[in-house]
């Protein structure tokens, strides 16, 4: 098996980005189409810069299904721990409406996904220790048999001295509750060695429910009692932080 740089794993839906600019999603009429979901772009992004990646996802039978399947080997992806979903669960699309050059609004539909339906049995020991990382999408532990399966996978990538990276993307569909995320987020940033979310997703994480934003240094200071040894925070417009365990000692 070929030696990869980096295995992605989670969700690859269909993104159907506005043409129309300066527009509320009502009066939307045509869409542009693209592969989506944070795990796939990644990969699909660093296949692009030159790495080898592979991705572990299910796809649905489907003609969205199949045009990520086409679309991801046609730039090089490694889809040998692809799963085609053959019980009729479907793609997940995201509608993108841009409202201004500043303000955009998206509008998902997540019920009976595929990705949601990967199991463990799906997950294949042999083909992540063929990487030097796995990256796990936060998105991909909202529910069972993905959380399972997704779990199964970094305990995997442990066993096989992978590095483990986890990022949040925190998606409040298909969640049942806010401690529900906060456990099982927890459980996959204290397992990892890079953990990477945005302010408001490291939030959620710690289970911030009235207003108040905890500060970078408290969760730093949590996270790095446990495993991750990089923790990157995204403010947006105000740029990101990276921490490394070393310089907060």
């Known amino acids: 098996m070929t030696n990869l740089d980096l ?12 043409v129309e600019i300066n527009r509320p999603m009502e009066e939307t009429k045509t869409f542009s189409k693209y592969v989506g979901g944070s795990p796939i772009n990644i990969a699909i992004g660093s296949s692009k810069l030159g790495l080898k990646v592979g991705f572990i996802g299910k796809i649905a039978d489907d003609q969205h299904g199949r045009y990520i399947s086409k679309y991801i080997k046609d730039v090089g992806i490694n889809t040998q721990n692809v799963i ?10 995201t509608f993108t409406e841009i409202k201004s050059p500043t303000e955009s609004n998206i509008l998902m539909y997540r019920d009976e996904t ?17 990487a030097s990382s796995l990256l796990i999408s936060g998105t991909a532990l909202a529910q069972s048999p993905s959380r399972e399966a997704t779990i199964k996978a970094a305990r995997l990538a442990i066993k096989n001295n992978l590095k483990l990276i986890f990022e949040l993307d925190y998606r409040p569909y298909t969640w049942k509750s806010m401690e529900e995320v906060s456990e099982y987020y927890q459980l ?12 408001d997703e490291y939030d959620v994480m710690e289970n911030i429910q009235d ?13 790095f009692k446990y495993n991750p040894s990089l923790i990157l925070i995204k403010h947006g417009k105000d740029g990101s932080f990276a921490y490394t365990r070393w310089e907060s000692l």
Request: with cysteine; net charge negative.
């Open 211 to 223: 207003g108040t934003q905890l500060d970078n240094q408290r969760t730093i200071t949590e996270l």
């Open 7 to 18: 295995i992605t794993l989670g969700r690859a839906c269909i993104d159907l980005n506005s």
């Open 188 to 199: 996959m940033a204290k397992m990892a060695d890079v953990v990477i979310g945005t302010r």
């Open 84 to 93: 085609v979903d053959h019980k009729k669960h479907k793609t997940g699309l």
């Open 114 to 130: 595929a990705d949601l339906y990967l199991e463990p049995s799906d997950i294949d020991e042999e083909y992540i220790k063929s």
